[in-house]
């Protein structure tokens, strides 16, 4: 009788592959899969995705300012055609992309159709939930070999978002590009990343699901009350005042105070970004608590199917008994 077998460990994923549409396929290949239990995004960003460039034609994209959600994006094109190209249009294009980590898995059977072993791996795949082409500024679509354009643009960014955002396992990603249509063959494409940084009034607004305790300065938890005294939006990389009292904190052994990350992605877990310990006994008169965002985290969002919010979290360790715990929503841009 055949005994199925989990397949696990590096070797198991050999030839395994993940991919990205355009212009997010600079990587595409072994790099975006790994074995089961990992995670391939951890160790690439959003940047190396892009490919500058696909079919006879060369240039540049050049934004000049930093880019906020709800505000404008603006720049110069600047083009040249190493051959004759002959499109049916061309265009400038915002193009949005969400990509995840996936866990797949793979029967093998044997010639009476018993499972003989199972391979289990993480892949990463893409898919564009934008894309956004604009009139101006007018492109040529037919070039000569060796023919430059250029031209200047102004345009909307994403008006609701979602930011780019570097989850771990999952990455939302945007680009700009001149997208040549070529009938009967492959579009021509000059491209380049473009991070959208989360605007901290969209937030306060309290714009989808973002807003709402996470942006008061106090808020109630049963007998307890987590105050924030320094701005929010908390921004990554500056330090959080926050003040606690809790009169049912008890005599715990030992406490602390944490900010914890949520996700949806689909291969995401809860994490603590931030972590300081603090005397339970304090915590029952009111107790000032300091922590560091750490830079470069993404912002809270949710948009293209996925969220990313954050709350702040005290706990103390009772003796005897499982541990206590008080949290409310915090928000980051």
């Given at each position: 009788m055949s005994i199925p077998v989990s397949i696990g460990g590096f070797g198991a994923w050999g030839g395994r592959k993940g991919s990205a549409p355009e212009p997010f396929d600079a990587l595409d290949g072994p790099r975006l899969a790994g074995p089961e239990g990992s995670h391939p995004l951890h160790a690439v960003s959003a940047e190396e995705l892009v490919r500058s460039a696909h079919g006879p034609v060369a240039g540049e994209i050049v934004v000049e300012k930093p880019v906020r959600v709800g505000e404008s994006v603006e720049g110069i094109v600047r083009i040249r055609a190493l051959e004759r190209i002959d499109a049916r249009r061309a265009a400038l294009r915002l193009v949005g992309l969400r990509l995840d980590e996936v866990a797949r898995s793979e029967d093998h059977r044997d010639s009476e159709g018993h499972v003989t072993s199972t391979e289990r791996w993480v892949e990463v795949d893409g898919r564009l939930f934008a894309e956004n082409a604009f009139p101006e500024p007018m492109l040529p679509a037919g070039l000569a070999a060796g023919q430059v354009a250029e031209a200047s643009f102004s345009l909307p960014a994403p008006r609701l978002g979602p930011p780019s955002a570097h989850l771990g396992e999952s990455i939302v990603a945007w680009a700009l590009e001149v997208r040549w249509d070529i009938p009967m063959g492959s579009d021509h494409f000059v491209a380049v990343h473009l991070p959208v940084a989360q605007h901290p009034d969209l937030i306060r607004a309290g714009v989808g699901k973002q807003g709402g305790k996470s942006v008061l300065d106090a808020v109630a938890v049963g007998d307890a009350v987590i105050g924030i005294t320094t701005p929010l939006p908390a921004l990554a990389g500056s330090e959080v005042v926050l003040t606690i009292h809790w009169p049912s904190a008890g005599g715990g052994s030992a406490g602390r105070v944490e900010i914890q990350r949520h996700t949806n992605a689909p291969n995401g877990e809860t994490g603590i970004i931030a972590s300081v310990p603090v005397d339970p006994r304090a915590l029952q008169g009111g107790a000032e608590v300091r922590l560091m965002v750490p830079p470069g985290i993404a912002p809270s969002f949710d948009g293209a199917g996925l969220e990313?919010?954050?709350?702040?979290?005290?706990?103390?360790?009772?003796?005897?008994?499982?541990?206590?715990a008080i949290e409310r929503p915090i928000a980051i841009a």
């Open positions: 990313n919010v954050y709350v702040l979290r005290a706990l103390v360790d009772p003796r005897l008994r499982p541990d206590a």
